[in-house]
């Protein structure tokens, strides 16, 4: 996911520069990228027409995940890049409160679940428009960095 096109250029070279990839690229699968305390999923798994998923594929896809949540039990903080993917994670919390998607906020839903932390997603649409800059978004992950560094 995410390899061998811009939006994993971005993602991959903030990921090495926060510490979690020992490398800041990937172009395929045996390239050697190994990522440290972060592991990385989709909310839909094909891509969709236009790089915008509909509701019934966000349904059909949903199970992956709710599978990928209930097998790493250990989790202390979910980044979402996206509003789309901000909104699926929620629907996998039971009693979630409702909350907005806002670039950079942190959300502490709850002592039992993870913080959840919300970025805009790193496509072209959104850097050649200059909606994310590298600056912000490499302050995501320097600040996810700082936040799993802390006790829990």
């Given amino acids: 996911m995410f390899t061998g096109d811009s939006s994993g250029d971005w993602l991959f070279k903030a990921l090495y520069e926060a510490g979690f990839a020992n490398q800041p690229t990937s172009v395929n699968r045996d390239d050697g990228l190994r990522l440290d305390s972060a592991y990385i999923t989709a909310t839909v798994r094909c891509p969709p027409p236009a790089n915008k998923p509909t509701r019934d594929e966000i349904r059909n896809c949903s199970s992956y995940l709710a599978e990928e949540l209930e097998i790493l039990p250990d989790v202390r903080l979910v980044l979402t890049l996206g509003r789309v993917a901000f909104n699926a994670y929620l629907t996998h919390l039971p009693d979630a409160p409702r909350i907005a998607f806002k670039h950079g906020a942190l959300y502490n ?30 302050n995501i992950f320097a600040e996810t960095r700082k936040l799993l560094n802390r006790p829990s």
């Fill in 109 to 138: 839903i709850d002592r039992e679940r993870p913080l959840l932390m919300a970025s805009y997603h790193p496509s072209r649409q959104n850097t050649q428009t200059r909606k994310l800059i590298w600056e912000a978004w490499s």
